[in-house]
């Protein structure tokens, strides 16, 4: 069974920068089109950004220019988050973009004004 986990999250403040990573257990991410998601408690996952396997990109427009989803050597993915704001605060999860795997825990992201 694939098990997802998420690293990288912290407290940051407004204008700063994270990077978060999603390692999988059981299987390759290279193999599979990937997605980061967030999500704030009492409100629907939101899919933030997304990477196929032909390393195309695809942001939410909430995010767009300064998100950057990538694929490292090692089969881990990466979320590189700049110029952060605190409506970016929220959990922020690994999956596929049609949610096939189970969820990992996520890690917080908070940023501070």
């Known amino acids: 069974q694939v098990q997802l986990v998420e690293s990288g999250g912290g407290l940051v403040q407004a204008g700063g920068s994270l990077t978060l990573s999603c390692a999988a257990s059981?299987?390759?991410?290279?193999?599979?089109?990937m997605a980061w998601y967030r999500q704030v408690p009492g409100h629907q996952r939101e899919l933030v950004a997304q990477?196929?396997?032909?390393?195309?990109t695809h942001y939410a427009d909430s995010v767009k220019g300064r998100f950057t989803i990538w694929r490292d050597h090692k089969d881990t993915l990466h979320l590189e988050m700049n110029s952060l704001k605190p409506e970016d605060t929220a959990r922020y999860y690994c999956?596929?973009?049609?949610?096939?795997?189970?969820w990992g825990q996520g890690t917080q992201v908070t940023v501070s004004s």
């Open positions: 059981g299987s390759h991410l290279y193999l599979l089109d």
């Open positions: 990477l196929t396997i032909r390393s195309e």
């Open positions: 999956n596929t973009p049609l949610e096939h795997l189970n």
